[in-house]
């Protein structure tokens, strides 16, 4: 078996080192947990950027693993496809930006062959996903991978560049959110930018600066966000 690139290289001197003795029980540990924020499983890797949405949303969020040959209920049914690497190395370089090098190990289970790929949370966010229309950041929430909307990324953003701390008095649009919030119990992007009275990029930043500094929180449904008092 030859190898061309990194990730098939890791994988393929792995693959060599499978013996009888190999312990399985960490792995069937981590199965047993299921599918949840920073875990999820793979009978296999059919798209691409199907699997580059994963790793966004792990890159973006808090890291996470992925268990290649492992069905959604648990059952190992082994790599089917040893070319499956190359969707891999497909997601990662070629459909996500900034791209990501996840660890990849190789474990054998009762003769089954199945990946876990590492992905650590990443430094340089947000990760977006090269689709069809647009470039697309996706965050993860329980075991589902979710588009972050203008707000999440900016919230990144300014992570990423150590923003200002929270001051001690808020500036009046900031406060003209606060005691909205006090009397209302949410609000979209749209209404903020109506009641402090500004355009959608400052809104957005002070949505964004208001998650930091934790003096509101959001939630999604459907794809429709909304900011509630922390």
């Not at 040959?69 to 070319?83: H, L, P, S, T, Y």
């Not at 649009?173 to 009641?195: G, M, Q």
């Not at 934790?214 to 966000?225: L, N, P, S, T």
Request: glycine share 4%; aromatic share 10%; net charge negative.
């Amino acid at each position: 078996m030859s190898c061309s690139t990194d990730l098939r290289y890791e994988y393929c001197c792995m693959y060599k080192d499978f013996d009888s003795n190999y312990s399985s029980r960490n792995l069937l540990e981590l199965i047993r947990e299921g599918e949840h924020e920073n875990q999820d499983f793979k009978y296999k890797i059919s798209d691409s950027r199907k699997i580059a949405r994963t790793i966004s949303a792990f890159s973006n969020t808090s890291g996470g693993r992925l268990l290649v040959g492992v069905r959604d209920n648990g059952v190992v049914a082994g790599v089917k496809d040893e070319d499956d690497i190359y969707m891999i190395e497909n997601a990662t370089q070629i459909f996500l930006s900034p791209s990501v090098n996840p660890e990849i190990l190789a474990h054998n289970v009762d003769g089954k062959v199945v990946w876990e790929i590492n992905i650590p949370e990443g430094s340089n966010k947000p990760y977006k996903v090269e689709e069809l229309d647009s470039m697309t950041a996706y965050y993860r929430d329980q075991d589902e991978n979710f588009a972050a909307n203008a707000v999440l990324i900016e919230v990144w953003k300014q992570e990423q560049a150590n923003r200002s701390k929270r001051p001690v008095e808020f500036s009046d649009s900031e406060r003209k959110l606060i005691d909205y919030l006090k009397v209302y119990p949410a609000i979209s992007t749209s209404k903020a930018a109506k009641v402090m009275a500004i355009d959608r990029r400052r809104t957005v930043e002070t949505l964004a600066r208001l998650i930091r500094w934790e003096v509101i929180d959001w939630a999604q449904d459907q794809g429709k966000f909304e900011y509630f008092l922390d």
